[in-house]
């Protein structure tokens, strides 16, 4: 299995901060690579695929990108609705794989 | 709308089967992937499996593979994720979610099982 490593587990950010999580694939998956948000108690959602594609009704601050092995999720400005937890997922090869989750709390 | 509309929360003792659904709407079932998704209490996203309703074409995490069967009833949008021996570590929400990238997530559901 391919294993995805994002960094940081968690971070503290303020209102308005420019925020960069980062996932590692184990081996390269070219731009096969999901992002999704999660809010407690909720179903994840669909930001990013294909490495930087933003999903339809996903706002322009969310950025992603990276090819290869190493990959990038970037909040241009974090908003008090972003406070979440973020998973990246390949899906170059069976079976796909989530990363850890990156927390991302209010400073 | 696309939308993915999972079955209601269940509540088994540890031997009992348990057959959950996701059903697809405003979209053509048989034309995606749909993926079953485990999130243990406090814990991160596992990946269990996909189907394509189309023909039925199935494949399983090895973590998961012989633990679950992953169906379809394409008459019905209606895809399925089905135990046939609960465990109590198989307490967890359970998503279902469309593609191999999964675009549409449905709300979940979850299974406690405890004696």
């Known amino acids: 299995d391919i294993q995805m490593t994002q960094s940081p587990s968690s971070l503290s950010a303020s209102v308005g901060d420019r925020v960069t999580i980062t996932c590692r694939a184990s081996?390269?998956?070219?731009?096969?690579l999901a992002w999704f948000q999660q809010k407690p108690g909720k179903a994840p959602k669909s930001l990013i695929y294909?490495?930087?594609s933003l999903q339809s009704g996903v706002p322009s601050k969310f950025s992603g990108s990276g090819s290869g092995t190493d990959f990038t999720l970037t909040i241009s400005s974090l908003q008090p609705e972003d406070f979440a937890t973020y998973y990246c997922?390949?899906?170059?090869?069976?079976?796909?794989?989530f990363g850890g989750g990156t927390k991302v709390e209010i400073k | 709308e696309v939308q993915l509309v999972q079955s209601g929360a269940e509540v088994k003792k540890p031997g009992e089967s348990l057959k959950i659904s996701c059903k697809g709407s405003?979209?053509?079932?048989?034309?995606?992937?749909i993926g079953w998704v485990r999130q243990m209490p406090g814990k991160g996203l596992e990946w269990m499996g996909i189907i394509y309703p189309g023909d039925s074409d199935t494949r399983y995490s090895p973590s998961f593979q012989g633990q679950v069967t992953i169906s379809a009833d394409k008459s019905i949008s209606t895809a399925y994720l089905q135990w046939s021996s609960l465990k109590a570590s198989d307490t967890a929400m359970y998503y279902c979610a469309r593609r191999e990238y999964m675009d549409v997530w449905g709300k979940g559901t979850t299974v406690t099982v405890s004696s």
């Open positions: 294909a490495a930087s």
């Open positions: 405003g979209y053509s079932f048989t034309s995606y992937w």
């Open positions: 081996q390269g998956i070219s731009n096969y």
């Open positions: 997922q390949q899906y170059n090869s069976y079976p796909p794989t």
